[in-house]
């Protein structure tokens, strides 16, 4: 007791703390640990409620450590049961499972590693197929090539006499193996100048000797 009124009077009141209440509750117990124990709490919350809350608090916080002398708890001493604190009421789990639900994740983990499996087997067996199948493009820079007039729509012409190619352009650039850089004119001019390789094809150079008639497209 009296080692809490010194520091209630010596230091709190020279630190400049706020402003706070003192309550002292004792316990008239022949137990030798402690019989005092001290609650403060903020002037403006000094209610009874908060009273009643803080003392409680308090009483779990002070019967349930165990003792370094004694080596038990108070309150085993005082009653022969400890009380149960608010973490004991926590579930281990905190989601309750379905048993419908328990059942069907175990089924899923069963078929998990198979299912994994085939779709390996079918990713790999669809790469295989499409590298023995597929040819690579061969376009080297300044080879002439037609674009694809599917995705242009700012091109003037209805559509049933729109060409399917326009062209031929010549190769600036090549990025990587699946695109490449041409240079752009006429209606294609405001066209980004980078196309993937899915919509261009060779250019080839009409037989003027087969064909006399056939007009060559200015470059």
């Known amino acids: 007791m009296d080692t809490a009124l010194l520091i209630w009077n010596r230091v709190i009141s020279h630190t400049g703390l706020f402003e706070i209440s003192l309550v002292i509750a004792t316990q008239n117990s022949h137990q030798p640990y402690g019989p005092i124990y001290i609650c403060f709490w903020v002037q403006n919350y000094h209610s009874q409620q908060h009273i009643i809350h803080k003392q409680m608090a308090l009483e779990l916080a002070y019967k349930t450590p165990i003792h370094s002398s004694i080596g038990k708890t108070p309150a085993l001493l005082e009653k ?31 078929v998990r590693h198979p299912s994994n499996q085939s779709m390996n087997d079918a990713f790999e067996y669809a790469k295989q197929k499409w590298d023995k ?16 007039t599917l995705n242009s729509n700012n091109i003037k012409a209805p559509m049933q006499l729109k060409y399917s190619f326009s062209g031929p352009l010549i190769i600036k650039a090549l990025h990587g193996t699946n695109s490449v850089q041409v240079e752009l004119s006429g209606e294609l001019e405001n066209k980004h100048p980078t196309f993937p390789v899915s919509l261009l094809k060779n250019y080839n150079s009409s037989d003027q000797e087969s064909f006399p008639l056939r007009n060559e497209m200015p470059l």
Do not use: M, R
């Open 80 to 110: 022969g049961w400890n009380p149960k604190l608010p973490v004991n009421t926590f579930k281990k789990y905190l989601v309750d499972i379905h048993p419908t639900a328990s059942s069907f994740k175990l089924l899923l983990d069963k």
């Open 133 to 148: 199948s597929h040819k690579g493009p061969e376009f080297k820079v300044v080879d002439l090539i037609l674009v694809s």
